[in-house]
């Protein structure tokens, strides 16, 4: 009887453990199904994220340069996701200000912050002809003039609006280009939360023309913390339509802005 016991003691462990080691594999597929797509990091190229440049503070007789709460808090949440999805380690994490204009612009880039703080952005967006523009603080979609805006009321931002870039990196086209930009104070946050969890999902759905696109994350702010990101637009980037095919640059030459 001991001896039976002992089997179906066994037996019972080893199908615990075919079902946990099943259920964690579904998961895990799951998950990187679409952060895969949407992703898409070139493995062999150095990572780097950029945010946009904050003001410039003394402190202690010492002036440095500092970033933007939501930009910063973006720049974290997407790193710890994707150093968690994909075990990949930020090469660099730098204000646009202190990013190197050189062959650093070749690998996989995460740019945060739009065009008004983000000399890199800006740079990036003059060789990728974006279906959308930013105006002001308004954000234009090209091929019909329609104006996403964010709300204010009562004298703050009750709703933002937030633009992401999928595309290859125009310096080096084997490398991944991610840009976040926003219109508002919380726009840059809001895109960054489309692609990672649990948004991640909605967003590879839209890549319904490839893994390039433009979308538009719209948010809500409820006492300074964003809530309800979706995705309001998409359009499909077509390499041969929408980007410039650029040189790779020579060693040690460097890349003006």
Excluded at 97 to 109: V, W
Aim: proline share 6%; hydrophobic share 45%.
């Amino acid at each position: 009887m001991g001896w039976d016991l002992a089997i179906n003691l066994a037996a019972s462990f080893i199908a615990f453990l075919a079902g946990w080691f099943f259920r964690t594999s579904v998961k895990r597929r799951r998950e990187l199904r679409p952060a895969s797509r949407v992703w898409k990091l070139n493995p062999s190229l150095p990572t780097s994220i950029v945010t946009g440049d904050g003001p410039v503070i003394d402190v202690t007789d010492y002036m440095t340069q500092t970033v933007w709460p939501a930009e910063y808090a973006a720049a974290t949440e997407v790193s710890l996701y994707l150093a968690r999805v994909f075990g990949c380690r930020m090469d660099r994490i730098c204000t646009a200000e202190r990013f190197p204009k050189d062959k650093a612009l070749e690998g996989n880039l995460i740019v945060i912050g739009g065009p008004v703080r983000n000399e890199v952005f800006r740079a990036l967006a003059e060789r990728i002809r974006l279906p959308y523009s930013f105006s002001g603080f308004d954000l234009i979609r090209a091929d019909d003039k329609h104006t996403f805006s964010a709300r204010i009321s009562n004298g703050k931002v009750d709703r933002d609006i937030g633009l992401v870039v999928l595309a290859q990196n125009p310096f080096n086209q084997k490398a991944r280009l991610v840009m976040l930009a926003g219109c508002r104070v919380f726009g840059s946050l809001a895109a960054a939360r489309s692609v990672v969890d649990p948004l991640i999902e909605e967003t590879c759905a839209r890549l319904t023309g490839g893994d390039s696109a433009c979308l538009v994350v719209e948010v809500d702010v409820i006492d300074q913390y964003i809530a309800r990101p979706r995705v309001v637009d998409c359009i499909p980037l077509s390499r041969s339509l929408h980007m410039e095919r650029l040189d790779p640059p020579g060693s040690g030459d460097a890349l003006p802005l």
